[in-house]
């Protein structure tokens, strides 16, 4: 995950009343949580909302320039107001080398499923996933190849392609992506069915005529 650089001033103004000083100036209150006391801090509101429409991830790695000194964070969460979307707060995370994070990021299903060619219906049943590792291991997004799946299969949670050192977390056996059957490929499974019940009287008949002559020849 490519961290995005991003300019942050130590924040005076706090509480309420402070906040929306701030934020009335056209910059974002923050809070930095990490090593030692949290910090407050304060950011261009217009980079800040430019760096979050940059990334499709909910958790992304940002680097703080601040007081001359540059720091590696993670965006743990964004309060947004409820009718502009605009941010309103944000919670960073500081992190160091060795630091082992979970971020949450877009899952993406590429290619077209087998299933879905013939009437199926490709099913994203996990948007986004919860990925654990260190920051620069951690992709932006994840992509599942969908193209081998007939109606019925699936792809498992376990079965996902990531990096080294980065693991999704929860059920390893949840199905994260399927092909459902549609009205069309029911119907059609329906039809074949039908076909093949007709199909085994027709055998039995048969088989019973040809006992007939075996049963005649006994008598004689």
Known sequence: MKAISLA??????????????VRNSGRVPGVLYGEGDPQNIELESVQFENAVKSTSAKNFLVELEMDGTNSMALVQDVQKHPITRLCLHVDFRRLTDDSVITAKVPLLATGKAEGVKVGGILQTLFHTIT?????????????ADTSHLQVGEGILLGDLEL??????????????????????????????????????PAEGEASAAGDAPAEEKKED
């Open 131 to 143: 990925l654990q590792g260190k920051p620069a291991d951690i992709p932006e997004t994840v992509e």
């Open 163 to 200: 990096p080294e050192g980065v693991s999704a977390l929860g059920n390893p056996k949840s199905r994260a992506i399927a092909v459902a059957a549609s009205r069309i490929t029911a119907k059609a499974e329906e039809t074949e069915g039908g076909e093949a019940g007709e199909a085994a």
């Open 8 to 21: 942050a001033n130590e924040r005076t103004l706090t509480k309420t009343t402070g906040s929306k000083k």
